[in-house]
């Protein structure tokens, strides 16, 4: 163990003290209107992260607390049918987000019955089980989800998307089947982690990286069984995404263009979770498939297709302490589902096992410490501002954060 690793104990929670307080003097400074026809809400929250062999998921080894997220939201009823609410969103992950405020969604949402509904507008992407939640700490004791399905780096890529939606909610006796059916468009941005996926590979030239990056559409659907077993829920997503198109400078001489095309891109997922007093299980297996089209310059090789995607899945138990300490605990997993014959086995897959601890200081202020034993470099990142000149087959990564929602 490095010098480095060894030290974190007392680096974060020097850190973390400082951000205790000010996440306590922000709770002083906030009195809502019971009475309100608006409804306000929002969440600070402060990280620390440092690992020991690779800088993932972002710039870490040297230790950053470039880990925050702010979010404010408002939403009002209008009538006993009409909604409107919208949330604004700043995140600095590392390299990306820079604290910039964005429009992280909003809807008009008219509930017919229960049975139906519209949203439309910037509408949360239900892509998979917990996607809703994404940025809700009080709802779980860690600071990461799996990353192999919830990979906070594709932030902008799963939070929301621009569309419309079809929702509802059937009861048959003890069962409830909650639906969503949508369509719309996901905006990308060149500075994003989702660019940096394909600016990691060897075909364009970083820097300066990706110069136009985005798609036409997204599709998919939702189900959630609840089922007559107390606390047994079950779930089903399956999304897909047409014309992701991605280009740049071409590595070898980046005065001329590369470019990739996904035609179709599609995203299936099955789910089960369970509570039974203290206790919450949770699984989610998850399959990715596309095909693509590769396009370099023209003198040097005609345009060629080939298929890719991965397979992803977890599994993760938690247990309520008490009134104040939460423990949770999961295992995940990714792999390549077409490697390359000349690819590094390493790189194909990686494996991630997490525990967590979160505090309740009271009901508005958490703190969570979480350590990984990581193997595997699938999908770790080597461009500027997250540099791996050299990958090793396993590393260690900790985090600690501390939160403050209203």
């Known amino acids: 163990m490095t010098t480095q690793m060894t030290s974190l104990p007392a680096r974060c929670f020097s850190a973390l003290l400082a951000f205790s307080a000010l996440a306590s003097g922000l709770q002083a400074a906030i009195s809502l209107g019971e009475n309100s026809p608006v409804q306000i809400g929002g969440f600070f929250s402060q990280g620390y992260m440092i690992s020991d062999h690779n800088n993932y998921p972002v710039d870490t080894k040297n230790g950053t607390a470039d880990f925050r997220e702010i979010g404010f939201n408002a939403s009002t009823t209008l009538g006993s049918h009409l909604r409107l609410g919208g949330q604004l969103f700043a995140q600095r992950f590392g390299k990306y987000g820079d604290d910039k405020v964005v429009l992280d969604w909003a809807v008009a949402d008219y509930n017919f019955r229960p049975e139906i509904g519209v949203r439309v507008g910037r ?3 239900p892509r998979s089980l917990q996607s809703d939640v994404l940025d809700l700490d009080v709802v779980r004791p860690f600071i990461f989800l799996p990353q192999s399905i919830y990979d906070t780096r594709l932030r902008d890529f799963q939070a929301s998307f621009d569309g419309a939606m079809v929702y509802g909610s059937l009861t048959a006796g003890k069962n409830t089947i909650d639906y969503k059916f949508y369509y719309g468009d996901v ?12 600016n990691t590979s060897s075909l364009y030239a970083n820097p300066p990286g990706l110069k136009q990056i985005g798609l036409d559409s997204v599709r998919g659907a939702a189900l959630s ?11 089903a997503t399956y999304s897909y995404s047409t014309n992701l198109l991605v ?17 179709k891109a599609e995203y299936m997922g099955v789910s089960v979770d369970y509570t039974t007093g203290p206790w919450t299980f949770t ?19 005609p ?26 605990t999961y295992y995940t997993e990714t792999w390549n589902s077409y490697p390359s014959a000349t690819a590094l086995p390493s790189s194909n897959q990686r494996k991630d096992w997490a525990l967590a601890l979160r505090y309740d200081v009271n009901d508005h202020l958490l703190f969570k410490i979480e350590g990984h034993a990581i193997d595997g470099t699938r999908d770790m990142f080597n461009v500027p501002g997250v540099v791996n000149n050299n990958f090793k087959n396993s590393m ?11």
């Open 283 to 301: 699984s989610e297996y998850f399959i990715n498939k596309l095909n693509s089209t590769l396009t370099l310059p023209a003198f040097i090789a």
């Open 247 to 263: 280009s740049g400078p071409f590595r070898q001489v980046p005065s001329l263009t590369s470019s990739i095309n996904l035609p």
């Open 303 to 328: 345009p060629s297709h080939s298929t890719g995607g991965y397979k992803a899945w977890y599994v993760s138990a938690a247990r309520r302490l008490g009134k104040k300490f939460e423990l949770g």
């Open 123 to 125: 509408i949360k992407y």
């Open 225 to 235: 069984w609840t089922t007559p077993v107390a606390g047994l829920r079950l779930g």
């Open 396 to 406: 260690s990564l900790f985090a600690a954060k501390t939160t403050l929602s209203f």
């Open 187 to 198: 905006p990308i941005k060149t500075d994003s982690g989702v660019a940096d996926y394909f």
